[in-house]
C-alpha cells in the first residue's frame, strides 16, 4: 500500500504526503458477545446496540480506546461512538480497537464516521443497507499522515464536535424550556400583571371561527416569477409576481403535513394543501400561532389515508383567550424564546457546515 497523497487544507508545519493503508492494518476489529436483554437501565457501563441509542450494562468486556458501528439494525452503516474506557457491546457491534502505534483513534474516528456509510452503499450495489459485513471495514482505504498530524487534525475536528454538541444541547434545551412555558400559560398556572401589577381578566373560551377566518390556497401556475413567496405545507417553495393575501397570517396545513403551523408577515400565495388565517377578532395572529401550537392536530385529523383537515373543524375547535394586552405579552414572551430557538439552529447548521467543509478539504 504505498498510494501518497495530499490533503488540500493542512496545519503549518507539516509536509509530505500521506500514506493509503487498510483499515485492517491499523486496529483490532471485533464483534462484541452481549445481547439486548442484558442491558440495565441503570448500569454501570456503556453498553452499545444496534442503533445510535447508548443502553447500559453492569458488566464492561473491554476496557480502552474503541470506535463502535453497528453490523445491522437501526441506522445501520451511520451509527458511530467513540470512547476511551469500559464498555460492553452488542454481539452484532462492531468494535475497532487496539490501535497500532502509528495511528490515532480518534483520527480513525473521524474519518470513519466520515466515509463509512458511502463506501458500504457503494459495496451494497443500491440505495439502502441492510448489514455491514466485518471486511466492509477491515478493507476500507484510508489515507494517513504522520501520527502528530494525525493528533493535530483529531483534537481540532474533536474541539468542532464539541461545540456541535453544546449547540444541539442548547437548542434541545431551550426547546423543552418553550414547551414548559407554554403549558404553565395555557392552563393558568403562570399569568403575566399589567402595567400596575394587577391581574388581568379571566380568560374567556371562544370558537377559533368566533376570533378569525380561513382562507384558501389556490393553484399558482398561471403566475410568472416574481419576488411573492408561494408557501405549501413544507414551507417556501417558490416566487410569484402576485399576492393571495397580505399581512399577518398563521399558516396551517389542509392536507398532509396537517400539525405543522407556521407564522408569516407580509405579501404571500399559498397553493391549495395549505389554509392561510386572516380577519382577526379580538386576537393577535402571534398569539393565535401559540395556540395553534399547543393544539393537537392530529387528533382532528379527517382522512384514514393522507391526513387532512377542514375549514369546518378548525372553526369549532375551542380555546380560552385572554384580553389583547396579555395576549400581547404572552405572545412577545414566546416569541423571544423562539428567536432564541432561532439563533441557536443558524449556528448549529453554520458550525455543521463549517465542519463539513473542513472535512472535504482535510482529508484525502
Known amino acids: 500500500m504505498n498510494k501518497l497523497k495530499v490533503p488540500q487544507l493542512r496545519f503549518p508545519g507539516f509536509d509530505g504526503e500521506w500514506e493509503l493503508n487498510l483499515l485492517g492494518n491499523t486496529c483490532i ?26 443502553e447500559r450494562i453492569n458488566t464492561f468486556s473491554y476496557d480502552g480506546e474503541a470506535i463502535l458501528t453497528s453490523g445491522d439494525g437501526v441506522g445501520v452503516g451511520k451509527n458511530f461512538h467513540y470512547i476511551n474506557g469500559k464498555f460492553d457491546y452488542h454481539q452484532r457491534v462492531y468494535a475497532l480497537r487496539e490501535f497500532k502505534k502509528d495511528y490515532s483513534g480518534k483520527f480513525i474516528y473521524q474519518v470513519f464516521k466520515e466515509q463509512f456509510y458511502k463506501r458500504v452503499i457503494k459495496l451494497s450495489a443500491k440505495n439502502s443497507v441492510d448489514s455491514v459485513r466485518m471486511s466492509m471495514i477491515t478493507e476500507m482505504e484510508i489515507s494517513f499522515p504522520t501520527l502528530p498530524e494525525q493528533q493535530k487534525i483529531a483534537s481540532f475536528l474533536s474541539a468542532v464536535d464539541e461545540k456541535i454538541q453544546q449547540l444541539s444541547r442548547k437548542k434541545e434545551l431551550l426547546e423543552q424550556y418553550k ?186
Open 29 to 54: 476489529v471485533k464483534t462484541g458477545g452481549s445481547d439486548t436483554q442484558d442491558r440495565t437501565e441503570d448500569g454501570l457501563y456503556p453498553f452499545y446496540v444496534r442503533s445510535n441509542t447508548v
Open 179 to 364: 414547551k414548559g412555558a407554554m403549558q404553565q400559560l395555557f392552563s393558568g398556572k403562570l399569568r403575566f400583571k399589567d402595567e400596575n401589577g394587577k391581574d388581568y381578566p379571566d380568560w374567556e373560551e371562544k370558537k377559533l371561527g368566533e376570533v378569525l377566518k380561513i382562507g384558501s390556497g389556490k393553484d399558482y401556475k398561471h403566475l410568472d416569477e416574481g419576488n411573492i413567496p408561494v408557501f405549501g405545507t413544507g414551507g417556501y417553495m417558490l416566487s410569484v409576481n402576485k399576492f393571495l393575501h397580505s399581512g399577518e397570517t398563521v399558516f396551517i396545513g389542509r392536507k398532509g403535513t396537517i400539525d405543522k403551523p407556521f407564522y408569516f408577515k407580509g405579501d404571500f400565495w399559498t397553493v391549495d394543501t395549505l389554509f392561510y388565517t386572516h380577519s382577526f377578532k379580538n386576537t393577535i395572529p402571534k398569539f393565535i400561532y401559540c395556540v395553534f401550537q399547543q393544539i393537537n392536530w392530529k387528533l382532528h385529523n379527517e382522512a384514514s389515508g393522507v391526513p387532512s383537515l377542514s375549514k369546518s373543524t378548525i372553526e369549532k375547535l375551542r380555546f380560552d383567550f385572554p384580553c389583547i394586552p396579555e395576549q400581547q405579552k404572552i405572545a412577545n414572551f414566546l416569541s423571544s424564546i423562539d428567536a432564541k430557538i432561532e439563533n441557536t439552529h443558524s449556528e448549529l447548521e453554520k458550525t455543521q457546515g463549517f465542519k463539513k467543509g473542513l472535512l472535504q478539504k482535510m482529508f484525502v
